[in-house]
T-cell receptor, first 110, second 111 residues
Framework: DGGITQSPKYLFRKEGQNVTLSCEQN?????MYWYRQDPGQGLRLIYY???????QKGDIAEGYSVSREKKESFPLTVTSAQKNPTAFYLC?????????FGQGTRLTVV | QKEVEQDPGPLSVPEGAIVSLNCTYS??????FMWYRQYSRKGPELLMY????GNKEDGRFTAQVDKSSKYISLFIRDSQPSDSATYLC???????????FGAGTRLFVKA
């Protein structure tokens, strides 16, 4: 089945740690996105990539980093510089207007 | 002022009611208007989208866009408990790669 796979579903991070969230798609889409979702704030764009080896900062990129070495993969690293990382993270891909989302990763700082 | 404003609710209605969900926006360059549905702890799924102004109907769902008022709506007829979810409006400029999402409205349909 075609789709977007995010892993892990739940992730716990200690203060000062970097963690990496995985996102893989087999839809052959060029564009991929990372969003952060907090209660009452909708989806906020962290980073997006329109093509392999190229990516752009979104509205809230500080404290995050990404790579796009393969068309299928767009991992997100939450660094220790992100002071409030507890949130629901969503990865998406698109070819046209419609975005296809993964099931999300819930990150909690412990 | 946010580019897209959406009342987060929650909105609670009895089964069979007509539901009206709305968003306003400030960017007149938006041309694509989308509605996503998100069940709890899941990723959003596209319900429907319209290009420019007008109405679009799909089963019990109708999307309306009024560009002169910068106002979009989603109507759900004969609402069902399975419609209980968060509904996010989203907008995009033609040729753009950035989709702007509203905050999402939580809808509860009571049996």
């Amino acid at each position: 089945d075609g789709g977007i796979t995010q892993s892990p579903k739940y992730l716990f991070r200690k203060e000062g740690q970097n963690v990496t969230l995985s996102c893989e798609q087999n839809l052959n889409h060029d564009a991929m996105y990372w969003y952060r979702q907090d209660p009452g704030q909708g989806l906020r764009l962290i980073y997006y990539s329109q093509i392999v080896n190229d990516f752009q900062k979104g509205d809230i990129a500080e404290g995050y980093s990404v790579s796009r070495e393969k068309k299928e993969s767009f991992p997100l690293t939450v660094t220790s510089a992100q002071k409030n990382p507890t949130a629901f993270y969503l990865c998406a891909s698109s070819m046209t207007v419609e975005a296809f989302f993964g099931q999300g990763t819930r990150l909690t700082v412990v | 002022q946010k580019e897209v404003e959406q009342d987060p609710g929650p909105l609670s209605v009895p089964e069979g009611a007509i539901v009206s969900l709305n968003c306003t926006y400030s960017n007149s360059a938006f041309q694509y208007f989308m509605w996503y549905r998100q069940y709890s702890r899941k990723g959003p799924e596209l319900l429907m989208y319209t290009y420019s102004s007008g109405n679009k109907e799909d089963g019990r769902f109708t999307a309306q866009v009024d560009k002169s008022s910068k106002y979009i709506s989603l109507f759900i007829r004969d609402s069902q408990p399975s419609d209980s979810a968060t509904y996010l409006c989203a907008m995009e400029e033609t040729g753009g790669f950035k989709t702007i999402f509203g905050a999402g409205t939580r809808l509860f349909v009571k049996a």
